[in-house]
Structures are given as structure tokens and as C-alpha cells.
């Protein structure tokens, strides 16, 4: 079955430090990857995607994700923490079964705690 | 541009109520979508639209229709709501429904069922 995971319910940094949200996925053939984030009371909005090319995906706001095929993963990361980076983050592959078009499925979400 | 913009904002129903969720994009969008948004869940699939005229089954369609009324409109009915339909929902739009197209949001509809 296709799916996603995010290990971790909450991750706390302190400002200025860096940031990782893990992110692992299973899907058969090459995965495509997204990140979204979620503010407060808000919909989601793309960060960063991978489809093919370089490992190392640049996006939004300073965020970057490293496609990992051994190890099935697509981990975001910052090199430097800001407090506005306190958000909820979501990690998403294509379904790549047939009959699903193509539909996004979503990890269940890793919350962001950047504090000063 | 809006962008993807929903309404309501906030409803409270009745258990057995229907209402219905309008969703309307402006960025000339072939696909939409219908999520639900539950605590520790993520976001499920509800029904999606891959261009205009055709509706799917996502996820978890049961207790909800979808009409595409046009290229920009997607609606979601609840005929007769329930209480585990409580939940936040979001419609969202793509260019292309091939998954390698980034989706775009709506602010989401909070729906409480009492």
C-alpha cells in the first residue's frame, strides 16, 4: 500500500537553530514528493516538491528537503530557525496506484515549535 | 487573484441537517479536490474533480456528494449530517490532476455537528 509517514508528532527548535521534519514514504516506482505548511487557523501552502534531478530541493521561505532513495525519504530542513516557522508541516507523495490519478496522499502532520 | 476561497467560514448543524460547501477557484484550474482535516489524521481525501464534468470517489466519501458545477465551482453536500462529520474542511485546486502539480487551498470551512 502507498503511505507516508511523519515519526514525529512535534518537534521543538530554538531559535536560530536548525530544523529538521522527517518525513518517510512507500510507494511503488519513483515517488513524487511535496512539502505544505499549515499556519494557524489557515489552509495548507506548498513549500517545495520533489519530481525528478537533484536530491536537494530548494523552496519557500528558506526551506529545503533532501530525497533520500535508500532510505525512502524526504526530510525538511532550515538551516536557521525562525519563530515564524512555528507551523504545522505536512509531507505528501503521489498515489502512484491505479485508478488514483495521481491524488496527493498526506502524512498526519509534524507540529513546529520554534521558540525565541 | 482569490485564489481558492470557501464558504462558510464557520456552521453548526443538527444531526439529520444538510448544508451544503461551495468552493470556487480563479486561477483557471482543471482539478479540485475535497479534504477533511481531523486531529492526529491528516488530511483525508474526500471526493475530487479531475477536469470539469467528472467526479471521483477519494478516501472517505460516504455521507457526502460533490457536484462540478463548472470549471471554477465544487461543491460538497452533506445530506444528513452526522457527528463524526465533524471536522475541518478544505477544497483545493491544481492545474492538472497528475500529481505533479502543486494543489492550492482554500482557508477551510469549520463544521461542527452537534
Known amino acids: 500500500a502507498q503511505s507516508v509517514a511523519q515519526p514525529e508528532d512535534q518537534v521543538n527548535v530554538a531559535e536560530g537553530n536548525p530544523l529538521t521534519v522527517k518525513c518517510t514514504y512507500s510507494?511503488?516506482?519513483?515517488?513524487?514528493l511535496f512539502w505544505y505548511v499549515q499556519y494557524p487557523n489557515r489552509g495548507l501552502q506548498f513549500l517545495l516538491k520533489?519530481?525528478?534531478?537533484?536530491?536537494l530541493v530548494k523552496g519557500s521561505y528558506g526551506f529545503e528537503a533532501e530525497f533520500n532513495k535508500s532510505q525512502t525519504s524526504f526530510h525538511l530542513k532550515k538551516p536557521s530557525a525562525l519563530v515564524s516557522d512555528s507551523a504545522l508541516y505536512f509531507c505528501?507523495?503521489?498515489?502512484?496506484?491505479?485508478?488514483?490519478?495521481?491524488?496527493?496522499?498526506f502524512g498526519k502532520g509534524t507540529k513546529l515549535s520554534v521558540k525565541p | 487573484n482569490a485564489g481558492v476561497t470557501q464558504t462558510p467560514k464557520f456552521q453548526v448543524l443538527k444531526t439529520g441537517q444538510s448544508m451544503t460547501l461551495q468552493c470556487a477557484q480563479d486561477?483557471?484550474?482543471?482539478?479540485m479536490y475535497w479534504y477533511r482535516q481531523d486531529p492526529g489524521m491528516g488530511l483525508r481525501l474526500i471526493y475530487y474533480?479531475?477536469?470539469?464534468?467528472?467526479?471521483d470517489k477519494g478516501e472517505v466519501p460516504n455521507g457526502y456528494n460533490v457536484s462540478r458545477l463548472n470549471k471554477r465551482e465544487f461543491s460538497l453536500r452533506l445530506e444528513s449530517a452526522a457527528p463524526s462529520q465533524t471536522s475541518v474542511y478544505f477544497c483545493?485546486?491544481?492545474?492538472?490532476?497528475?500529481?505533479?502539480?502543486?494543489?492550492?487551498f482554500g482557508p477551510g470551512t469549520r463544521l461542527t455537528v452537534t
Open positions: 474533480s479531475a477536469s470539469e464534468g467528472t467526479t
Open positions: 510507494v511503488s516506482g519513483n515517488p513524487y
Open positions: 520533489y519530481i525528478t534531478g537533484d536530491n
Open positions: 505528501a507523495v503521489r498515489d502512484q496506484s491505479g485508478g488514483s490519478q495521481g491524488n496527493l496522499i
Open positions: 486561477m483557471n484550474h482543471n482539478s
Open positions: 483545493a485546486s491544481s492545474v492538472a490532476g497528475t500529481g505533479f502539480r502543486e494543489q492550492y
